[in-house]
């Protein structure tokens, strides 16, 4: 069964960095078609996609916040990271990780999710 | 890249079917097999349900079915049970630079 859990702080403070980790199992990110990557979920409002890494390495950013988003991976712990510069309150958001699967992009595993508020 | 547009809300009794749309542009639903439905239940994490337009995620009930038209996908859920009441959202590949773009989601529900 794979599985996927977020980790991270809860409270980030305006302009501070938000470094999140997803944890994976059940999977391995060597495996071609897949990839793990970010979604987030403002309170009420529709799904958004941040990033994501494939199997190859390869790094994707939402074109909107390119500038603030790094994506890595430590395939020796199963897990993957993203750092999300210069937070602001409008990021406050559920942020999940999943798995992806290439060439389409549908997720088929979602992991349950971490709150983050920006807030000073 | 906007978000694909997808009405606010949906409803239907039990027992009946219900299509919820999903539009977007040439540059992504109209231009890729590549879209996918999500169920979310309140306070949980989305589901797949439907990818590539028309394939079922496993476990899924044949009531639920995906279709595309141009640039306008559709989810239909028939014979609607009162579980199916949730948020559902689609996605579609937006090409190698957009990548992954959601719409604005749907709440059903089953009256």
């Known amino acids: 069964q794979s599985t996927l859990r977020e980790s991270g702080p809860t409270l980030v403070k305006p302009t501070q960095t938000l470094t999140l980790t997803c944890s994976f199992s059940g999977f391995s990110l060597n495996t071609s078609g897949v990839g793990v990557g970010w979604i987030r979920q403002a309170p009420g409002q529709a799904l958004e996609w941040l990033a994501l890494i494939y199997w190859d390495d390869d790094k994707r950013y939402s074109p909107s916040l390119k500038t603030r988003l790094t994506i890595t991976q430590d395939n020796s712990k199963n897990e993957v990271v993203l750092t999300m510069a210069n937070m602001a309150p409008v990021d406050t958001a559920t942020y999940y990780c999943?798995?992806?699967?290439?060439?389409?992009?549908?997720?088929?595993?979602w992991g349950m999710g971490t709150a983050v508020t920006v807030s000073s | 890249q906007s978000a694909l547009t997808q009405p606010p809300s949906a409803s239907g009794s039990p027992g009946q079917s219900v299509t919820i749309s999903c539009t977007g542009t040439?540059?992504?639903?109209?231009?890729?097999?590549?879209v996918s439905w999500y169920q979310q239940h309140p306070g949980k994490a989305p589901k797949l349900v439907i990818y590539?337009?028309?394939k079922r995620a496993a476990g899924v009930p044949d009531r639920f079915s995906g279709s595309k038209s141009g640039t306008t996908a559709s989810l239909t859920i028939s014979g609607l049970q009162t579980e199916d009441e949730a948020d559902y959202f689609c996605s579609s590949y937006a090409g190698k630079d957009s990548m992954l773009i959601f719409g604005g989601g749907t709440k059903l529900t089953v009256l």
């Open positions: 590539e337009v028309r």
């Open positions: 999943a798995r992806l699967r290439w060439p389409a992009l549908h997720i088929d595993v």
């Open positions: 040439t540059n992504d639903v109209g231009g890729y097999f590549y």
